[in-house]
Structures are given as C-alpha cells and as structure tokens.
C-alpha cells in the first residue's frame, strides 16, 4: 500500500513544469504547488511509519516504562510536528491563492492553475 502510494509521488520527471525560457510565474506556482504536494505526500507516509514505529515500541515495551516513554514522546512529536506542516501548507495555500490571477484558475482553487 505504501510503495504504491510513493511510486507516483517519487516521479522526479515532471516536477518542473516548463521548459528553459518558456516559463513564466504561472509556471512557478504550478511548480511550487508540485514540491508542496510532494511534501505533504512523502511527510504524511514518513508520519505513519514513526507513528507505527510508536506503538511498536509501546506495544513491545513488556512493562519497561523507559520504553513506553520514549514511545509516547515518538507520538507527542511526530503528532506536534504534522500538524505544524499542515498549518504551513495552510497559509502557504492562503497566501498563493491570494497571488493568483483569477484567469489562471480552473474550478478549485490555485493549485488547480492551467498554464
């Protein structure tokens, strides 16, 4: 399910979305909504793992609190740190779209941009 999930999303080929002089800011937005959506994607499996890798230690901890502990914290952070991540997509998601000429947007907001 992961590496499906990853397959696409490590397809470095069409991450730049023009080609040497024919680009233009339309071009830059649709390439920095491609590296945010990278981020978020690749951000959200690296989440899961640690996540998982939490409750292994918990579960596998057989009383030892120094164990539970350091899996608790795993959680805290990771949880703290996702959603720091989604907080800055969240304005960065603001911010372009208030930067959009309308003319280049299709139904659904700025990362929906046709060049």
Known sequence: MVVGYLVPTLAFAQLVPCNG???NFCHLLELVDRMLTFIIKFSTV????????A????ITAAGNMS???KGKGIFSNVLIGFIIMLAAWLII???LSMLVDQSFLQTGG???LKC
């Open 21 to 23: 002089v024919n680009c």
């Open 46 to 53: 690296l989440a899961g793992i640690a996540f998982a890798w």
């Open 55 to 58: 409750g292994f230690l918990m």
């Open 67 to 69: 164990q539970i502990q």
């Open 93 to 95: 998601d603001t911010i």
């Open 110 to 112: 700025w990362n929906t």
